[in-house]
């Protein structure tokens, strides 16, 4: 009897037993299939919000945007100077149709929106060169110093530069003999920093000089940036004013045909322009991300534009990418190509870009990072 009773007891304690186990892997089954569906819920979400923002952002100009943000641009262009500030830098943000001013994670983010410096981890050092139109070249080197985990530094020097041309006159139409030389140069001093874990703020001082020939113009502008993540899956905004300063004008003298010397020009504004930017991750897994971002530019020389890009990472080593503009007059759809190539004291990317602008041709962009 006494047998009898304990195989009872131990078949009873097998059946709990087997019971427990099946309520366990009932209930994980289950709480797996809820965070599946959370995350799908919020991709749908964000590709949901993304297309909107698109919508709206075409609905806009197309029933008038410029009421909403005056589009004085229109009727100002080529009216500002310094105009080598406003070309683009970096093969990854010129190949996602310059849509760049809320993704600015890399060391790139001197040019594009001060604010990103503090939006990744390792120092980094930038380089790119640009075969600009009709033989000019166009070359960006920065590098950003992170001081601690919510202050980073960095600086920037940006060239634009071509061979001496001959000096041609009326009655000389073929050449006089002499040359002269054509080049651009800025200097940039930067700073960011993390105010809370979701929003930073950046600031970039910069000395410009364009030299032409005998004559110089030089002034001192800043960049002001934000950066904010709205805490919905990956999104995040930024609203970026690039090339604030006061009105610049040329120095230098020239003697007229006449006899009489010129000394005295006219001054013209900065190119500043206001944009504001939103961007998500559609797709983010271990092996796949596609990475949107949309952006809206308002400059005080030209009409307002909208920038669409668009970038698919496989693994983090190797992207595509493209962008295309709206409301632009040459420069409209880009592509490009990166690849990431870590080592065991450094991690190197190499990126490329080509972007179609028209009657003019094309332009080729070239930049490497470096990350240690």
């Known amino acids: 009897m006494r047998n009898l009773f304990f195989q009872k007891l131990l078949w009873i304690n097998q059946i709990s037993r087997s019971a427990r186990n099946d309520t366990q892997s009932y209930f994980a089954d289950l709480y797996k299939k809820l965070i599946t569906l959370n995350t799908l819920n919020i991709m749908k979400k964000q590709i949901i919000l993304f297309i909107s923002i698109c919508f709206l952002s075409l609905l806009c100009f197309k029933q008038g945007f410029a009421q909403l943000i005056p589009n004085l641009g229109g009727q100002r262009v080529g009216t500002a100077a310094v105009q080598f500030l406003k070309i683009g830098v970096g093969a990854r943000a010129v190949g996602m149709g310059e849509s760049f001013v809320a993704i600015a994670n890399d060391a790139s983010a001197l040019f594009w ?66 040359y002269f030389s054509f080049g651009d140069v800025a200097v940039g001093l930067t700073y960011g920093r993390k105010m809370t874990d979701r929003f930073s703020f950046g600031i970039t001082l910069k000395y410009f000089q364009e030299t032409l020939a005998e004559f110089k113009m030089h002034g001192v502008m800043i960049d002001l940036g934000t950066f904010y993540w709205t805490g919905f899956g990956t999104s995040r905004f930024a609203v970026c004013v690039s090339n604030f300063g006061n009105q610049v004008k040329p120095t230098g003298s020239f003697t007229n045909r006449d006899g009489a010397k010129i000394n005295e020009f006219q001054s013209f504004s900065p190119p500043t322009i206001f944009k504001v930017g939103f961007a998500t991750e559609l797709v983010q897994t271990a092996e796949h991300r596609v990475t949107t971002a949309i952006q809206l530019n308002h400059p005080n020389d030209n009409a307002e534009n909208v920038n669409l890009g668009l970038e698919y990472g496989w693994r983090n080593y190797f992207c595509i990418r493209g962008g295309y503009k709206l409301n632009v007059d040459e420069e409209t759809f880009s592509a490009g190509i990166g690849c990431k190539v870590p080592l065991k004291i450094i991690d190197l990317s190499f990126d490329f870009a080509y972007s179609d602008f028209g009657r003019l041709g094309n332009v080729s962009r070239f930049s490497i990072l470096m990350g240690y």
């Open 113 to 178: 929106n001060p604010a990103g410096i503090v939006e990744f981890q390792q120092n980094e050092l930038f380089v790119s060169h640009i075969n600009w139109l009709v033989d000019i070249k166009h070359d960006f080197i920065g590098y950003v110093h992170h001081l601690n985990a919510t202050n980073s530094l960095g600086i920037s020097v940006t060239a634009l530069y071509t061979d001496d041309m001959q000096e041609t006159t009326e009655y000389q139409p073929t050449g006089t003999g002499n």
